[in-house]
């Protein structure tokens, strides 16, 4: 943290959490409104959707569904959803399910109430208007996108992923009910956390970090590293999917405001190409980045292996943040995340755009070890 810069913390609306909280979300919501909830099959597949319909039934609330979102919803796809708001009347949006779902309800939210296109948003066009209530309401743990103002929404013609921001995009109320995870399928429960611990570690090492961020992130990590392979698991234990959907947050929290690093620079790109999700394409490059990152913040990294239970307290700074690559390894290793592209079936081939893409991204200017295109292709083909 620079002493001599001035600093700013964005943070959601409100935050309500534990179990059941999910009945509170009636009490928020006007019966003069008409909430658009955006979600996929998937959840409303696994009867999630209809715990969330029946409160709002029983507040008289009258509610749309859009249930098609994807992973890493396309533009097509919430330009079709924001048709649905428009075409009911709608005037808030809820998102319900994983980050792909909140994704896209702040997309709709965006798009529904404003004239600019999605790839013109996605290229940095400002949100200089206000847009409808965004509501989110996660069922995995491990986004964060509840609580940021941004949006990941997938360009599949030209194989990019847009990451649209805009302070407009946090959403005003969070629910955290943990007893709405029961039904993550286990890979999803191990990635999404994965993809947790990918913001924790990079906002805290980011250039921007600052003590709030760095207070989140040290949280964040030393939930994850004790609840992560229980949650990979056992998602249905109520205890701890909730501290999961904590530490979720608090990852969000503190990337949402510090920033991330090369992991996301590298991971967009492969997803993009390789069809892979978010949460795994991160969980493959943490602990290759983590250890190009080193001789930048040791300290940093020294602290990182402390939050996640390693004994470092007789070792040199080098040895001590060494452990924190060490730490990652071992809990992915245990929760069943592949090391390499092969153990996919993925036959890695490096397009010179995916390293223009990373070169470009914004998260890369945040690292806090620079990079340039020789490095990046050959972190890109590390796992190879």
């Known amino acids: 943290m620079d002493p001599c810069r001035v600093y700013q913390h964005w943070n959601p609306g409100r935050l309500i959490f534990g179990p059941k909280s999910l009945n509170e979300v009636a009490k928020e919501i006007s019966s003069k409104e008409v909430p658009l909830i955006v979600t996929d099959k998937g959840v409303s597949h696994a009867g999630i959707l209809t715990k969330v319909t029946e409160v709002l ?4 609330i009258r509610f749309h569904v859009f249930d098609g ?3 890493d919803p396309p533009m097509e796809i919430v330009e079709e959803a924001a048709a649905t708001y428009r075409n009911h009347g709608c005037t808030l949006v809820i998102g319900l399910g994983g980050g792909s779902s909140i994704d896209g309800a702040k997309a709709v939210s965006l798009i529904a109430s404003q004239k600019g296109t999605l790839r013109e948003y996605g290229a940095g066009r400002p949100i200089e ?4 209530p965004i509501y989110a309401i996660p069922t995995t743990a491990g986004t964060g ?12 013609e030209n194989k990019i992923k847009m990451v649209i921001r805009g302070p407009q995009l946090i959403p005003r109320l969070v629910i955290l009910d943990p007893e709405l995870l029961g039904s993550v399928p286990l890979k999803v429960a191990a990635e999404t956390g994965a993809d947790a611990l990918a913001h924790a570690v990079e906002s805290y090492v980011s250039l921007n970090s600052h003590v709030i961020t760095e207070a989140f992130a040290l949280s964040a990590i030393r939930l994850i590293a004790r609840y992560l392979r229980k949650m990979a698991a056992n998602p249905a234990d109520i205890e701890t999917a909730g501290q999961m959907l904590i530490a979720s947050c608090m990852a969000g929290l503190s990337f949402s405001n510090a920033g991330l690093g090369l992991t996301h620079s590298l991971a967009h790109p492969v997803g993009a190409y390789y069809h892979l999700s978010h949460g795994l394409s991160c969980a493959i490059y943490l602990p290759i980045v983590m250890d190009f990152n080193l001789p930048t913040t040791p300290e940093k990294f020294a602290s990182i292996a402390d939050a996640m239970g390693m004994n470092v307290r007789q070792l040199s700074l080098h040895h001590a943040a060494k452990q924190a690559v060490l730490a990652v390894r071992e809990l992915f290793a245990d929760i069943g995340i592949p090391k ?8 890695f081939q490096l397009f010179p755009k995916m390293v223009d893409d990373a070169l470009a991204a914004v998260p890369t200017k945040l690292n ?14 590390s796992p190879s």
């Open 340 to 347: 390499t592209f092969s153990e996919l079936g993925i036959s």
């Open 57 to 60: 039934e029983g507040a008289a």
């Open 368 to 381: 806090p070890r620079r990079a340039d295109r020789e490095q990046i292709s050959k972190l890109f083909k």
């Open 145 to 156: 996108s509840e609580v940021t103002g941004v949006a990941v929404i997938s360009d599949r």
């Open 129 to 132: 208007d206000t847009i409808p």
């Open 69 to 71: 979102i994807e992973p």
